[in-house]
């Protein structure tokens, strides 16, 4: 990688998908037992990343590079550009570094998200954040008979909606490895398993439960829509 936040970046995400996809032991532990005997954080950390985050969980170190990202050919790494034009032009979710106690890179601020746009995109691509919340109403949602569901792991559970409402409940599914989809993933999230078994995570019956809410709600939903619905 050419630009150093781009390798910042890189550095930071693989700590954070080990809780957001299910597997933080294979984090956890060997940075935990490095501490107790005194080893080198820096270089276990290294390995984690090059054994786990690039060779088990198989990230692509190209989707952090920018020139990568300039790409506009169709390919199995489009979605990385596509998840970044969303950002650039609609969401922002910068994802920058706290000011205290961050795995992130202070040069992971404001100004790397919004070079990368430019650099990316043009001149004059900017986040609309402001029309995107009029769009789908912000923190008053514009719509109705959702179900929102956040495994207790997943950093982004803090971007979703968490508490219940009318018509738009929202459950927390909690267990020490439930991230990012455990309502259809099951445990871990990834590599992922097409059934979403949930029997690898640690409270099975937390997951479970919550899948029970989901098909209730949507039971109930479904027959009030045929309760209104005009016979022919």
Not at 91 to 115: E, G
Request: charged letters at 20%; one cysteine or more.
């Amino acid at each position: 990688l050419e630009i150093d936040g781009d390798f910042l970046y890189f550095l930071a995400d693989a700590a954070v998908i080990a809780f957001q996809y299910g597997n933080p032991d294979a984090l956890c532990t060997p940075l935990v037992e490095a501490k107790k005997a005194g080893e080198d954080l820096v270089a276990v950390y290294a390995k984690y990343v090059k054994d786990f985050y690039v060779g088990t969980f198989g990230v692509s170190v190209e989707t952090y590079n920018q020139n990568h990202l300039k790409n506009t050919a169709v390919n199995e790494g489009s979605s990385d550009r596509l998840w970044w034009f969303q950002v650039c032009t609609e969401v922002a979710y910068f994802q920058v570094a706290p000011s205290n106690d961050s795995v992130r890179s202070s040069k992971i601020n404001t100004k790397y998200h919004l070079d990368l746009c430019k650099n990316v995109f043009g001149e004059g691509i900017y986040p609309e954040v402001d029309m995107t919340n009029i769009y789908y109403g912000g923190t008053k949602i514009a719509g109705s008979k959702i179900v929102f569901t956040n495994g207790s792991q997943d950093p982004w559970r803090h971007a979703s909606k968490q508490t219940s409402s009318p018509d738009m409940p929202s459950y927390i599914i909690t267990c020490h490895n439930c991230g990012h989809g455990t309502d259809m993933r099951g445990c871990p999230q990834s590599p992922l398993s097409i059934e979403g078994n949930a029997e690898n995570c640690s409270a099975p019956d937390a997951v479970n439960k919550v899948r029970q809410k989901m098909i209730e709600h949507i039971d109930l939903w479904l027959s009030e829509c045929k309760g209104t619905g005009r016979s022919s």
